[in-house]
């Protein structure tokens, strides 16, 4: 029997492979990401040991390398205890950005809304989601509950979408994909 947090990362996971583009092939030449199946790229895909053709990625092999590398490597199957809707925003973010850069977000924004650095440890935004970065989550979710979620969630949708812009302003040839990357992945 599957458990209800197994429920919700697979939940996550049909999201995340929805927003990709499905089980759509593409091969972009302006996409820095190249040959994709189900949102895998060849070189995500290689280097997690497939080694057939990019158009036959089975849906099953995705969804084991979007759990290893994106869910439980960063730790965010962690965060995902503490609060699905949190964990589902880093996993979408890892996948679209990388996995340091949504450890990032999550880091500076627990430390914007750290008060005055008392309510739990400052962190390093190194992107690593360990020991003291779930603590600190945990504290904050104590201190400004449900409120604190959404509050939180929209500081994280806000560092994605000006990363898409820092993105498409020292690469013009990726304003292409801006609209899509806001309107398909920031508060979604």
């Not at 099953?60 to 995902?80: E, L, N, W």
């Not at 503490?82 to 990032?104: F, Q």
């Not at 750290?114 to 020991?131: E, H, I, M, S, W």
């Amino acid at each position: 029997m599957i458990t209800l947090p197994e429920q919700r990362i697979e939940s996550i996971l049909t999201a995340v492979i929805k927003a990709e583009g499905g089980d759509k092939y593409t091969n972009d030449p302006n996409d820095a990401g190249g040959e994709t199946r189900w949102g895998i790229t060849a070189a995500v895909a290689r280097s997690n040991g497939y080694t057939g053709p990019m158009k036959d990625l089975p849906e099953v092999t995705a969804r084991a390398i979007y759990r290893k590398k994106y869910v439980d490597d960063p730790r965010f199957s962690d965060v995902q205890a503490i609060d699905p809707s949190v964990a589902a925003e880093l996993i979408d973010t890892g996948v679209n950005m990388g996995i340091g850069i949504a450890g990032t977000f999550l880091q500076r924004a627990l430390n914007a809304f750290n008060d005055t650095g008392t309510r739990y440890a400052v962190l390093k935004p190194d992107g690593k989601v360990g020991d003291t970065t779930l603590g600190a989550l945990r504290a904050f979710v104590r201190w400004r509950g449900p409120m604190g979620i959404t509050t939180l969630l929209k500081a994280l949708n806000g560092l994605q979408a000006a990363r898409y812009i820092d993105i498409t302003e020292h690469n013009p040839s990726q304003r292409e994909y801006a609209f899509g990357w806001i309107s398909n992945r920031v508060g979604t």
